[in-house]
T-cell receptor, first 112, second 115 residues
Framework: DQQVKQNSPSLSVQEGRISILNCDYTNSMFDYFLWYKKYPAEGPTFLISISSIKDKNEDGRFTVFLNKSAKHLSLHIVPSQPGDSAVYFCAASVYGNEKLTFGTGTRLTIIP | NAGVMQNPRHLVRRRGQEARLRCSPMKGHSHVYWYRQLPEEGLKFMVYLQKENIIDESGMPKERFSAEFPKEGPSILRIQQVVRGDSAAYFC?????????????FGPGTRLTVL
């Protein structure tokens, strides 16, 4: 049972444009969401997170939006840069339960 | 480098052998997590440990897999009698364990190949 879903395995975006990565979840107990970025042969790197008491969190070029009623979150990267090319994982957790549940990832390619 | 360290980075074992994967958490972190990533899949939680205690092992296979985080030294993920299906990337993460949600910081992973 895939509780966190990233339905787009890949996404290509022109450099300078906005990249939008999407994530859906089914477990209504999730109350904390994170985005990780992963390069080949490396571990995931934390990007940004959001608590369920918020609907938006921004950090530089990265903004995460949370729509609890739709059980949907998205990561916006603007402007997109070549170094943003990587696999992006959405993850979720429940307060008091430390384990992260990951989506299957979206491979983002930024086209120069 | 004060990041999460894992070794070895690559490990090759024949079927039936044992694999030992080591993880040193970030300085100041006392919580360790192990995740496994199969090809073309996301990371799957295996086990969560604090010093000398297993807190949550709900993602660990019931047989052949074990984990420890001793008072001194790194956390160890041990796989006995490896099979081809154990071939995967194994990632360790650590967190500070302070109250509330904690960001987990990941190591570079150990890529296990079972021949």
């Amino acid at each position: 049972d895939q509780q966190v879903k990233q339905n787009s395995p890949s996404l290509s975006v022109q450099e300078g444009r906005i990249s939008i990565l999407n994530c859906d979840y089914t477990n209504s107990m999730f109350d904390y969401f994170l985005w990780y970025k992963k390069y080949p042969a490396e571990g995931p790197t934390f990007l940004i997170s959001i608590s369920s008491i918020k609907d938006k969190n921004e950090d530089g070029r990265f903004t995460v939006f949370l729509n609890k009623s739709a059980k949907h979150l998205s990561l916006h990267i603007v402007p997109s840069q070549p170094g943003d090319s990587a696999v992006y994982f959405c993850a979720a957790s429940v307060y008091g339960n430390e384990k992260l549940t990951f989506g299957t990832g979206t491979r983002l390619t930024i086209i120069p | 480098n004060a990041g999460v360290m894992q070794n070895p980075r690559h490990l090759v074992r024949r079927r039936g052998q044992e694999a030992r994967l080591r993880c040193s958490p970030m300085k100041g972190h006392s919580h360790v997590y192990w995740y496994r990533q199969l090809p073309e899949e996301g990371l799957k939680f295996m086990v969560y440990l604090q010093k000398e205690n297993i807190i949550d092992e709900s993602g660990m296979p019931k047989e052949r897999f074990s984990a420890e985080f001793p008072k001194e030294g790194p956390s160890i993920l041990r796989i006995q009698q490896v099979v081809r299906g154990d071939s995967a990337a194994y990632f360790c993460a650590s967190s500070s364990g302070l109250a509330g949600h904690n960001e987990q910081f990941f190591g570079p992973g150990t890529r296990l190949t079972v021949l």
